[in-house]
Protein backbone atom coordinates (compact mmCIF):
# COMPACT_ATOMS: atom_id res chain seq x y z
CA UNK A 1 0.00 0.00 0.00
CA UNK A 2 1.10 3.23 -0.95
CA UNK A 3 2.48 5.66 2.19
CA UNK A 4 2.41 9.51 1.54
CA UNK A 5 4.54 11.69 3.22
CA UNK A 6 4.62 15.60 3.17
CA UNK A 7 7.72 17.64 3.61
CA UNK A 8 8.87 21.62 3.18
CA UNK A 9 6.36 23.58 5.69
CA UNK A 10 7.79 25.68 7.80
CA UNK A 11 7.43 29.18 9.33
CA UNK A 12 7.87 32.08 6.99
CA UNK A 13 7.17 36.07 6.43
CA UNK A 14 4.28 37.14 4.64
CA UNK A 15 5.47 37.63 0.87
CA UNK A 16 7.54 34.65 1.35
CA UNK A 17 7.32 31.46 -0.49
CA UNK A 18 7.60 27.68 0.26
CA UNK A 19 7.68 24.55 -2.11
CA UNK A 20 5.73 21.21 -0.49
CA UNK A 21 6.21 17.74 -1.53
CA UNK A 22 4.53 14.78 -1.02
CA UNK A 23 6.79 11.91 -1.73
CA UNK A 24 5.51 8.01 -1.73
CA UNK A 25 6.76 4.58 -0.55
CA UNK A 26 5.63 1.37 -1.37
CA UNK A 27 4.29 2.01 -4.21
CA UNK A 28 4.14 4.27 -7.73
CA UNK A 29 2.17 7.92 -7.36
CA UNK A 30 2.00 8.16 -11.23
CA UNK A 31 -1.25 6.42 -12.20
CA UNK A 32 -2.61 8.44 -9.10
CA UNK A 33 -4.03 12.47 -9.00
CA UNK A 34 -2.90 13.94 -5.87
CA UNK A 35 -5.01 16.15 -4.10
CA UNK A 36 -3.39 18.96 -1.87
CA UNK A 37 -5.41 20.13 1.18
CA UNK A 38 -4.94 22.49 4.34
CA UNK A 39 -6.52 22.77 8.04
CA UNK A 40 -6.08 25.26 9.95
CA UNK A 41 -6.53 25.57 13.96
CA UNK A 42 -10.29 25.15 14.31
CA UNK A 43 -11.51 25.02 11.02
CA UNK A 44 -12.50 22.02 9.10
CA UNK A 45 -9.92 20.17 6.24
CA UNK A 46 -10.43 22.26 3.35
CA UNK A 47 -9.26 21.02 -0.61
CA UNK A 48 -7.02 23.39 -2.19
CA UNK A 49 -5.42 21.98 -5.73
CA UNK A 50 -5.04 18.56 -7.73
CA UNK A 51 -2.42 17.40 -9.48
CA UNK A 52 -3.97 14.60 -12.40
CA UNK A 53 -1.90 11.62 -13.55
CA UNK A 54 -0.92 13.98 -17.04
CA UNK A 55 -0.22 17.45 -14.70
CA UNK A 56 -3.46 18.88 -15.30
CA UNK A 57 -4.76 21.02 -12.22
CA UNK A 58 -7.88 21.47 -10.58
CA UNK A 59 -8.12 24.10 -8.33
CA UNK A 60 -10.65 23.31 -5.47
CA UNK A 61 -10.65 26.91 -4.04
CA UNK A 62 -10.43 29.28 -7.22
CA UNK A 63 -9.01 32.27 -4.69
CA UNK A 64 -5.50 30.32 -4.48
CA UNK A 65 -5.45 30.59 -8.23
CA UNK A 66 -2.53 32.67 -8.94
CA UNK A 67 -0.36 32.08 -5.64
CA UNK A 68 -0.71 28.19 -5.92
CA UNK A 69 0.52 25.91 -7.84
CA UNK A 70 0.89 22.24 -8.28
CA UNK A 71 3.64 20.10 -10.22
CA UNK A 72 4.85 16.56 -10.29
CA UNK A 73 7.77 14.68 -11.03
CA UNK A 74 7.06 10.64 -11.64
CA UNK A 75 10.87 10.09 -11.94
CA UNK A 76 11.11 11.02 -8.23
CA UNK A 77 7.66 9.87 -7.14
CA UNK A 78 7.11 12.90 -5.66
CA UNK A 79 4.36 15.67 -6.26
CA UNK A 80 4.61 19.37 -5.58
CA UNK A 81 2.91 22.08 -4.02
CA UNK A 82 4.30 25.55 -4.91
CA UNK A 83 2.71 28.22 -2.01
CA UNK A 84 3.84 31.95 -3.56
CA UNK A 85 3.31 35.56 -1.98
CA UNK A 86 2.29 33.78 1.65
CA UNK A 87 -0.43 35.57 3.55
CA UNK A 88 -0.96 34.81 7.22
CA UNK A 89 -4.39 32.90 6.58
CA UNK A 90 -1.94 30.70 4.97
CA UNK A 91 -1.23 29.11 7.77
CA UNK A 92 -2.23 25.82 7.87
CA UNK A 93 -1.29 21.75 8.36
CA UNK A 94 -1.05 21.24 4.29
CA UNK A 95 -1.75 17.12 3.37
CA UNK A 96 -1.12 15.49 0.15
CA UNK A 97 -3.67 12.59 -0.16
CA UNK A 98 -4.90 10.19 -3.50
CA UNK A 99 -7.91 8.79 -3.99
CA UNK A 100 -6.01 6.28 -6.42
CA UNK A 101 -7.14 7.20 -9.80
CA UNK A 102 -5.63 9.07 -12.53
CA UNK A 103 -8.05 11.66 -13.08
CA UNK A 104 -8.75 14.84 -10.17
CA UNK A 105 -11.54 14.64 -8.24
CA UNK A 106 -13.68 17.88 -9.60
CA UNK A 107 -15.12 18.48 -6.09
CA UNK A 108 -12.52 18.63 -2.91
CA UNK A 109 -14.47 16.71 -0.54
CA UNK A 110 -11.83 15.16 1.47
CA UNK A 111 -13.79 11.42 2.06
CA UNK A 112 -13.13 11.27 -1.77
CA UNK A 113 -9.20 10.82 -0.92
CA UNK A 114 -8.32 7.31 0.23
CA UNK A 115 -5.09 7.42 1.64
CA UNK A 116 -3.60 10.45 3.54
CA UNK A 117 0.02 11.69 4.70
CA UNK A 118 0.64 12.97 8.21
CA UNK A 119 0.57 16.47 7.06
CA UNK A 120 3.47 19.53 7.29
CA UNK A 121 2.86 22.50 8.94
CA UNK A 122 2.91 26.21 7.29
CA UNK A 123 3.21 29.10 9.58
CA UNK A 124 3.03 32.87 8.26
CA UNK A 125 3.32 35.59 10.48
CA UNK A 126 5.49 38.44 11.05
Known sequence: QVQLVE???????PGSSLRLSCAASGGSLGDDA?????????KEREGVLCVSNSE???YYDESLKGRFTGSRDNAKNTVYLRL???K?????V??????HR????????????????PGTQVTVSS
Not at 88 to 92: F, I, K, N, Q, V
Open 7 to 13: SGGDSVQ
Open 34 to 42: IGWFRQAPG
Open 56 to 58: DII
Open 84 to 86: NNL
Open 88 to 92: PEDTA
Open 94 to 99: YYCATG
Open 102 to 117: GACFVYGYPQNYVDWG
